[in-house]
């Protein structure tokens, strides 16, 4: 079955710092991958996604994200974080061979705080 | 500019009444889908349609039905509210699988 994994709840990181976010992905094929953003009481919104091509997918506020083929990640990176960054994030994978039929995926997602 | 719509924003009720909560989009979507956000569990997928007439059962169906009559709503329905169902319900649209969800801001619900 496919899945996806954050294996943080939590992340803290001091403004200015770079930011890591963790995901790791189980799927049959090629894998399709997104990460979203969700602020206190919005909706999630969408970051980036990773289909095929480049291995370093570039996105919005200045996230990116590294696909690893070989150790199945698909990490979330900033290299200077800003205190508006603290939110919760998610990892996703379309799913290509279970019983939703190429819906997505979600992650428990990764709470990210960032101190001035 | 396009959107996606949940009402109402906050809802209680009791144990065993009927709930219906709705989910309106200006995307012009073809797919529409309902999760539930629980600690600890993500987003889990409810139901999802791909178009006017078709419905499919997600993850955790169980207690919750929809309908699409038309490509802007898909209303979930809770047949008979449970305090299990007491959670925070997003609708989302796509254009087409693979393509980015654009979520609604999400409907809180208690059950008592």
């Known amino acids: 079955a496919q899945s996806v994994a954050q294996p943080e709840d939590q992340v803290n990181v001091a403004e200015g710092n770079p930011l890591t976010v963790k995901c790791t992905y189980s799927v049959s094929g090629n894998p399709y991958l997104f990460w979203y953003v969700q602020y206190p009481n919005r909706g999630l919104q969408f970051l980036l996604k990773y289909i095929t091509g480049d291995n370093l997918v570039k996105g919005s506020y200045g996230f990116e994200a590294e696909f690893n083929k070989s150790q199945t990640s698909f990490h979330l990176k900033k290299p200077s974080a800003l205190v508006s960054d603290s939110a919760l994030y998610f990892c996703a994978v379309r799913d290509l061979y279970g019983g939703s039929q190429g819906n997505l995926i979600f992650g428990k997602g990764t709470k990210l705080s960032v101190k001035p | 500019d396009a959107e996606i719509t949940q009402s109402p924003r906050h809802k209680i009720t009791e144990t065993g009444r009927q709930v219906t909560l709705a989910c309106h989009q200006t995307w012009n979507h073809n797919n529409m889908f309902w999760y539930r956000q629980d600690l600890g569990h993500g987003l889990r997928l409810i139901h999802y349609?791909?178009?006017?007439?078709?419905?499919n059962k997600g993850e955790v169906s169980d207690g919750y039905s929809v309908s699409r009559s038309n490509t802007e709503d898909l209303p979930l329905t809770l047949e008979s509210a449970a305090s299990s169902q007491t959670s925070v319900y997003f609708c989302?649209?796509?254009?087409?699988?693979?393509?980015?969800?654009?979520f609604g801001n999400g409907t809180r619900l208690t059950v008592t």
């Open positions: 349609s791909y178009g006017v007439q078709d419905t």
């Open positions: 989302a649209s796509s254009e087409s699988s693979g393509t980015p969800l654009h």
